[in-house]
C-alpha cells in the first residue's frame, strides 16, 4: 500500500515561494507517475502539474506554468514542487498523488491516480 505524505504549506505573501514535499512509502517509487492537485474553498478539485515516472517529463496547468516547477528525488522517494512568484489566486489545499503508469506517460485528471496524500494548506496574502 502506497502513502503519500504532503509537508510545506504555509503562509506566505504575494510574490514570494515555497516547496512542497510528498514523501513516498509502501512502493516502488520508480513505477509511479506523480501529480500535483490543488482545491480552493468552494471549488472543484484541479490539476497542477505532473511528472513522469522516470523524471523525463513534466506537464503544468497554464495557469501555473512559468511559476511552477516539479521534480523528484529519487534516492528520497520524494517528490516536489516548486511554487514561485506566488498568487493570492493560488490559494489551495494541495495534495499529491501517485499511480503505476509506463514510462514518459502524464497523467492530468484526478480519477487516473489511484493514491492520494493528506494535502497541505497553502495561503498566499496580498
Known amino acids: 500500500q502506497v502513502q503519500l505524505v504532503e509537508s510545506g504549506g504555509g503562509l506566505v505573501q504575494a510574490g514570494g515561494s515555497l516547496r512542497l514535499s510528498c514523501a513516498a512509502s509502501?512502493?516502488?517509487?520508480?513505477?509511479?507517475?506523480r501529480g500535483w492537485f490543488r482545491q480552493a474553498p468552494g471549488k472543484e478539485r484541479e490539476f497542477v502539474g505532473a511528472?513522469?515516472?522516470?523524471?523525463?517529463?513534466?506537464y503544468y496547468a497554464d495557469a501555473v506554468k512559468g511559476r511552477f516547477t516539479i521534480s523528484r528525488d529519487s534516492a528520497k522517494n520524494t517528490v516536489y514542487l516548486q511554487m514561485n512568484s506566488l498568487k493570492p489566486e493560488d490559494t489551495a489545499v494541495y495534495y499529491c498523488?501517485?499511480?503505476?503508469?509506463?514510462?514518459?506517460?502524464?497523467?492530468?485528471?484526478?480519477?487516473?491516480?489511484?493514491?492520494w496524500g493528506q494535502g497541505t494548506q497553502v495561503t498566499v496574502s496580498s
Open positions: 498523488a501517485a499511480t503505476l503508469a509506463p514510462t514518459g506517460v502524464i497523467l492530468t485528471r484526478g480519477p487516473q491516480y489511484h493514491y
Open positions: 509502501g512502493g516502488t517509487f520508480s513505477s509511479y507517475a
Open positions: 511528472i513522469s515516472r522516470s523524471g523525463d517529463r513534466t
